[in-house]
């Protein structure tokens, strides 16, 4: 009877805890074209709140779907918010005509825009036609605002065109055109330049926070914890203090917590470019603490500082592709221009890193004189012999750039007969064999080869599980080491797992290498592999980092648990010297500073040191191994080219950081 009464109350207390639950959350029908976002604003939660409770969602939702949504008063709705609804006035518009469009009255329009109609209603005015509610939760608010903006840019007529043509082409009205260029109505006169306005629509989304302590980001659809940590720019450290839930994966529609000064979005314009030295802000390091600067710069692996001759006046030259000649003078370069011109963002952003360097030299007293050239270059061609032409280069200690090894290589061709070093510092490539060319970043070689030798000093035992797609990389491993063990595949084509526990070893530490673009076979190795753990010492290893590693599919803990290996030609920040720089420079840039703001720096500083040696850049090279804020430069000689050798050892440690293999 005992029995009885308890089972009965057992029941109970689940019929009453599943009443609890359904109280929770409410079912919603999906009606014909709503999305996951306008569902979310009508019940007044999160993107991810609905994924979390509907998890097939992600994939898509169609008419008739039903979803669980959670009650607003799980989310902690606290308030609502107001945003302006903008409408862009068009020719012949009248307040009348706007105001039946967006079904307001005309009374409305004019108390919302009382400044803006005091001298009427003229074409191009944006003005407020509708107000709208939008909810905000106490740690989250997403509004998505679509914005007409008035585009202004030139058209150089070309032979034979016409009014319609151009019309055609830009998706604007003839009249229109006529109205910006009054002499075009006589016709159209080869070569002449015309001025046309486009209207353009702007979605923005913004996510921010009741909390101002807070800064909020939504996760897009198949965005990565690789893309995004760079997107962001921060590291996924800090991305894993603030947001613990990501060791179960990055999901589409989750909130992650970004720290303060965080920022998805960058206030930097360059106006009025005409060179380097003027168009873009010089970094001062005058309150840079010296003894600090001096902490960051020297490592024990190679103490230059100490035997810089500070007497002895240098020159270096820095070629850079900023293409000023190509940019138009007139116009900001807003952070889209900088999207369409990766080059020159790239070119800014190592140009900030080489300044910070430029002038830490200076502060430690060294002697440099530095000249700035720009390099106007495409993949086929570029000015470097014009710009070595008009320029004196016979007192120059050393070059950095260009940026493309084949320009780098024509560059160090030229200056052979006076035998002026030559850095190319972003390249992987490898080509001519000149004995004054130094390739900074280390190649793809020496990136394979550096795991090698730390699998041969630990004596471990190799097992490559490499797909079928793969089979240049298979080819590649098996040259060049012969005791790599190679599982096979199954007949459905999946990999023979039973194999690949034969071949591990227990008296050994296994390393086993995963070369898969597909994201199920990695996530069944690693699950295989993650129960073989409490039998076998096993790391996982990847030649280089790569997108598929971070799909939401494979969890975290795969690669942490794992210890996920991998080479790198940068650490992550480890040292309070490092941190100093990269404080530093967020505070003078408002973020962290970019691989090739980095790159920039530490490039720049290492030949400032070494051209103030006493025996000189070259020299300097055969002697001294030095290491800076993320990069290590180690030269050596292979077969005629000269090679940085200076790879890094990374690996995901269990407490989702990334570390340095100590040596």
């Keep these: ?21 359904q109280d929770n959350f409410v079912r ?6 709503e999305t996951i ?69 005309v009374p409305q329009l004019q108390e919302w825009n009382v400044e803006l109609l005091k001298d009427g209603l003229k074409k191009g005015q944006e003005i407020i036609v509708g107000k709208e509610e939008v909810a905000v ?33 830009y998706n604007i009205a003839i009249e229109d055109i006529i109205a910006q260029n009054p002499d075009a109505k006589d016709g159209l006169k080869e070569g002449s330049i015309l001025t046309l306005k486009r209207k353009t629509e702007k979605t923005v989304t913004t996510v921010g926070s009741t909390n101002s302590n807070a800064n909020l980001y939504t996760v897009k659809p198949r965005q990565t914890l690789f893309s995004l940590t760079r997107e962001l720019n921060i590291s996924r450290e800090e991305l894993f203090a603030l947001n613990p839930e990501l060791k179960d994966g990055l999901k589409e529609g989750m909130v992650l917590k970004l720290p303060t000064t965080t920022s998805t979005s960058t206030s930097t314009v360059v ?99 530095v000249k700035i050239l720009d390099v106007e270059s495409s993949r086929t061609s570029s000015n470097i012999a014009k710009l070595i032409s008009d320029n004196d280069f016979s007192n120059v200690d050393a070059v950095i750039g260009p940026f493309q090894n084949s320009h780098a290589e024509k560059t160090a061709e030229f200056l052979l007969k006076d035998s002026i070093p030559v850095i190319s510092p972003l390249s992987k490539e490898v080509g001519l064999k000149l004995p004054n060319l130094y390739n900074a970043v280390p190649s793809e070689d020496y990136m394979v080869k550096k795991l090698f030798d730390h699998f041969k000093a630990n004596k471990g035992n190799i097992v490559a599980v490499v797909s079928n797609k793969k089979g240049s990389t298979k080819e590649y491993l098996e040259s060049r080491y012969q005791d790599i063990k190679f599982p096979g595949y199954t007949a459905k084509g999946s990999v023979d797992t039973d194999q690949l526990k034969i071949f591990l070893q227990k008296n050994k530490k296994n390393y086993v290498i995963i070369e898969s673009e597909t994201t199920a076979q990695i996530l069944n190795v690693t699950n295989f592999l993650k129960k073989l753990k409490p039998e076998y010492d096993i790391q996982m290893v990847v030649l280089k980092l790569y997108d598929t590693l971070d799909f939401e599919e494979i969890p975290m803990t795969n690669l942490t648990e794992l210890n996920m290996l991998f080479p790198s030609i940068r650490k992550e920040i480890e040292t309070d010297s490092d941190k100093i720089f990269a404080n530093k420079y967020k505070k003078e840039n408002g973020t962290l500073p970019s691989s090739a703001a980095a790159r920039g720096f530490d490039v720049t ?52 950081s990334i570390k340095r293999v100590i040596e």
């Design 605 to 656: 500083f290492d030949t400032i040191l070494r051209i103030c040696q006493n025996e000189g850049y070259a020299k300097s090279n055969q002697t001294f191994k030095t290491e800076y804020f993320e990069n290590t430069f180690d030269y050596v000689n292979d077969n005629g080219n000269i090679i940085n050798k200076g790879v890094y050892l990374m690996y995901y440690d269990t407490d989702y």
């Design 28 to 33: 919603h029908n999906v009606a014909k074209g």
């Design 137 to 169: 939760t106490e740690n989250y608010l997403e509004v998505e605002n679509t914005k007409n903006t008035v585009e202004t840019f030139s058209h150089k007529v070309l032979p034979q065109e016409t009014l319609y043509g151009i019309s055609k082409k």
């Design 271 to 369: 106006t009025n470019t005409t060179s380097p030295e003027s168009s873009i802000k010089v970094i001062p390091l005058d309150d840079f603490p010296k003894k600090d600067t001096l902490n960051f710069i020297v490592k024990p692996v190679g103490n230059l500082l100490a035997s810089a001759n500070k007497k002895k006046k240098k020159n270096l030259v820095l070629l850079l592709p900023f293409n000023l000649g190509k940019v138009d003078t007139n116009t900001a370069l807003t952070k889209q221009a900088l999207k369409e011109n990766p080059l020159l963002n790239l070119s800014l952003e190592f140009y900030s890193g080489a300044m910070m360097a430029i002038d830490s030299a200076r502060v430690l007293g060294l002697p440099v004189q």
């Design 1 to 21: 009877m005992r029995i009885f009464k308890l089972l009965i109350l057992f029941f109970v207390f689940i019929s009453c805890a599943a009443k609890a639950k």
């Design 37 to 105: 976002y306008q569902i979310a604003i009508k019940y007044q939660v999160t993107p991810y709140d609905i994924y979390r409770l509907n998890p097939d969602a992600k994939k898509g939702i169609e008419e008739g779907t039903i979803l669980l949504i959670p009650k607003a008063s799980s989310v902690a709705i606290t308030k609502k918010e107001t945003k302006n609804i903008i409408h862009e006035v068009k020719a012949k518009e009248t307040l009348y005509s706007i105001a039946r469009e967006y079904e307001v009255s």
